[in-house]
C-alpha cells in the first residue's frame, strides 16, 4: 500500500512536472492570479459568471498574457467551457 502510495505520487510529480514545462504561460497567468487574491488586490467572485449559482469559482483565462483578467467560474462550468473547446 505504501509503495503504491509512492509510485501515484512520483507519476503525479512527473505530469506536473511536464505541464509546467509544456505551457509555461498558463502557469505564471495562474500564479500571478493567485498571488493577486491572495494579497488582497483581487477579489473572486462568489457568483458563477456562466450559471450564475453561488458557488466557490475558478479564474478562467481568455488570453494567459492578461493573468488578472478572467471570468469567475464553478467547477462544472468551468469544466463544461473546456470540454466544449476540445470539440
Request: aromatic fraction near 6%; proline fraction near 2%; hydrophobic fraction near 35%.
Amino acid at each position: 500500500m505504501v509503495a503504491t502510495l509512492g509510485i501515484r505520487a512520483a507519476a503525479k510529480s512527473r505530469r506536473a512536472k511536464a505541464h509546467r514545462l509544456r505551457y509555461p504561460e498558463k502557469v505564471i497567468a495562474v500564479r500571478l492570479l493567485n498571488d493577486a487574491v491572495y494579497g488582497g488586490k483581487l477579489r473572486r467572485s462568489v457568483f458563477c459568471e456562466e450559471c450564475g449559482l453561488p458557488k466557490k469559482t475558478q479564474g478562467h483565462h481568455e488570453d494567459y498574457d492578461k493573468s488578472l483578467e478572467v471570468n469567475w467560474l464553478c467547477k462544472n462550468c468551468h469544466a463544461e467551457l473546456h470540454i466544449e473547446r476540445e470539440l
